[in-house]
């Protein structure tokens, strides 16, 4: 706390981070109302947040847990680049580059803005949107997948520097839509800016700051309190990582050290592979803060005092912490397989409070080609959600985003409208949850056709080749594949399509909890009629025949 700030009351320190929270999200619903391409507008793939002057992050909107990894250190890397007395009122800086801050992978293009109080720097305005742009690229190493962007000033007196926008958009296959998406984050940044002088004008620049650090303190005591639930003791777990870019599975594993009020997490995993699946330390971070706090205090704000109890290693150069010139793009599966690592170590400390795998993956799917009715190129980027895992006292939802990613799906309407694309497909998989006393969630079947020849479409998908795991009885879910015209697509990410060929995602189901044979047979008897299950099922598994469930409700 500053000398001349007075000494707050619990009351002011929650009224101002509620302040700061809804500058967040009022940012956010900014940047989404005025974005032009459909992943930010209809799926919400983007997220914003507020730092103090440090760098710390005061407050993140409810977005996308992931991007929390492209926004740490991101303010740090602009002062190590730029003078303080060279940062102005009207600035802006842009960066993507996960090696050297800015991002976790390059289409997450992250806009940092300054901001000024009475002529001081008093925090930073930031947001990232995911531009779909990056099509037809390898994956061997990150010069393959896109313009790489250090953090640089990108707009002085709110105008952007022309050069700066010149390169960026000659190295874009789609920069009308750049263009328009940009303009949406300075908005967003710029509403930022103007509520957070406000909040500052009506408690003082001191108030807020103080406001700030109690916040992180705060933070830091609620994680605290929390891993003093969470027994003591040394917890180990390991899983197998499959992806269509890899011929092999990767062996991973994980220690928890549970030491009073402190949880460490040291990570085994092999060396940085030639695909897009490595993760930057700041990835790995983002992952393990978030899959740690789901399960020691799910309401504890996110900011930067996550951090200050919880410490995390992997081998330098591997997978999980891996070094340039590794390529990221798809990092996001990965990191879903380290939030099961971290959720299965504490599973053993306390199995109550953790949740049984859920599908595992981000299914993405991205097709691009020349649209016939325009004659323009396009880039149309969807992930698909799957099964979530069952708890000790529900069962998993259906069809949902899981952990790291929370972006919407994008309507079939607007789909279709946008692209040269046809949805035939879009259910829920029957049968595809783990059994248990609470059933896993069932994955999604999205089936896609193409309307014109010379697409390609690029798919990462996980848990093909193993099972999301079920927790104290309860069995695994049903794994992933990928269909071209409805036969198996082989080992391979990239599928040329021609004019009526269609392309299904079938994701992973979320594993059961529990004994099977502790779920009441009237639970079971409605799964039976809401064909959530199959008859051969509810008999074997159950032990609930047809008899027992005739003349239910429908």
Sequence with gaps: MTATAPELTPVQVEVIGSALESICDEMGEALVKTSYSPNIKERRDCTTGIFNAGGE?????????????????????????????????????????????????????????????????????????????????????????????????????????????????????????????????????R??????????????????????????????????????????????????????????????????????????????????????????????????YYAAKTVVGPDIPANGGLGRAISVSAPFGSVLNCVAPAAVNGRIQLCQRVVDLVHGALADAVPSRV????????????????????????????????????????????????????????????????YPLFVERYSLIDGSGGEGEHRGGMGIHRQVRVEHDDCQCEVGMSRMLSRPWGLLGGTAGQSARLEKNGVVVPTGDVVLLSRGD?????????????????????VVARDLREERIDAATAARVYGVTGDETAGGPA
């Design 57 to 189: 992050l005061l407050a993140q909107a409810e977005h996308i847990p992931m991007h929390l990894g492209s926004l740490m250190g991101i303010v740090n890397a602009i002062t190590d680049r730029y003078a303080l007395e060279d940062i102005h009122d009207g600035d802006s800086f842009v960066g993507n580059d996960p090696h050297i801050g800015g991002g976790t992978h390059l289409p997450d293009i992250v806009l940092v803005t300054p901001i000024f109080v009475e002529g001081a720097l008093a925090g930073w305005a930031t947001n990232l949107a995911h531009h779909s742009d990056y099509a037809e690229r390898g994956h061997e190493h990150i010069f393959q997948e896109g313009l790489r962007i250090p953090p640089v000033r990108f707009l002085r007196d709110w105008t952007y520097v022309p050069e700066v926008m010149d390169l960026i958009l000659t190295n874009m296959q789609v920069p009308a839509e750049r263009v328009a998406d940009f303009n949406a984050q300075v908005a967003a940044n």
């Design 502 to 522: 269609s392309i299904s995602a079938i994701t992973a189901g979320g594993g059961g909890y529990g004994d099977p044979a502790r779920r009441p047979k009237d």
């Design 355 to 418: 949740i049984a795998a859920s599908n595992g993956a981000v299914t993405g799917t991205q097709f691009s080609g020349t649209d016939p009715r325009t004659g323009r190129y396009y880039v149309y980027l969807e992930t698909i959600g799957g099964g979530y895992g069952a708890g000790c006292a529900f069962d998993g939802l259906d069809g949902v985003q899981a952990h790291m990613t929370n972006t919407s799906n994008l309507p079939v309407e607007a789909l279709e409208s946008e």
């Design 191 to 288: 509403l930022g800016v103007a509520r957070f002088r406000e909040i500052s004008e009506k408690y003082g620049p001191a108030t807020i700051e103080a406001a700030g650090q109690e916040l992180l303190d705060y933070t830091e005591r609620k994680v605290r309190a929390g891993i003093r639930d969470v027994p003591n003791g040394r917890y180990r777990f390991s899983d197998t990582f499959d992806c269509n870019e890899l011929d092999e599975q990767l062996q991973l594993s994980v220690v928890m050290t549970v030491s009073d009020e402190q949880l460490h997490f040291e990570f085994t995993a092999p060396e940085q592979v030639r695909a897009s699946i490595n993760m930057v330390e700041t990835a790995l971070l983002a992952t393990v």
